[in-house]
Structure formats: C-alpha cells, structure tokens
C-alpha cells in the first residue's frame, strides 16, 4: 500500500488475480480494469510526480464501468474523497458520453497522463 493509501499490485510479485465473489461482474471487471491499466501505464511512476487528476484511476474507474455493464456497483468503498472522485468520473464518461466520445475521452485522458506522468523506461 502507497503513502496515499492506494493498493497497488507489485508488477512480477505476484500472479494477476481474477476475482468473482458471489458471481460478482464489478469483481470480474475490476481484476481485468486492473491487468489493463497496469499495463497502459506500465511506464508511469504515478506518485512522482503527483497526477492531481488521477488519470489513471479515471480510466481504471471508467473499463470497470464498460466491463461491468454499466448501472450500479454492487460494492462500497471508504476511499480516499479524491480518489472517489477521480472514479466518479471514469463512471460518468460511461454513463453519460456515447461511445465515440467515451473513446476520445479515453484517450485524452491515457495521452495526457502519459505525456505528463510517465517516463520512458
């Protein structure tokens, strides 16, 4: 767990997980968010520096969203307000935009992070 209280996976520490509880499609969709994000971002050290806008958990929030199917999470979080918030507009790029905006919404936001965020390896 980082400073700011976020989990994050270990890339190569452990297996990627793919979790169903209960037949779960938000768990399902976050495991594959995850893998997908991880790998995206795979060059960005997103603590340093600080992303205000939490690019990354935007477009992690808003795969979850499309994977799940849309509609309401079956789960509750305490985290962080600010990262609550960075997810509340990954899920409204979904509910809210058509899909060729949702694609360049996308993309704005993976060019942007990267571009600002991340650094060649």
Known sequence: MGADGIERELVGTFDPEFDISEGSR???????????TTSVFAACDIDDPADPEMGQQ?????LE?????????????????????????????GRELDDVQQGAWASEVIGSTIATYCSAS
């Open 65 to 93: 969203y499309r994977l799940a199917g849309g509609g309401d999470q079956d789960y509750t979080t305490d985290a962080p307000a600010e990262l609550q918030e960075a997810w509340d507009k990954g899920y409204d790029a």
């Open 26 to 36: 938000w768990a399902l969709a976050r495991g594959v968010a995850s893998a997908i």
């Open 58 to 62: 935007q477009v992690y929030a808003w």
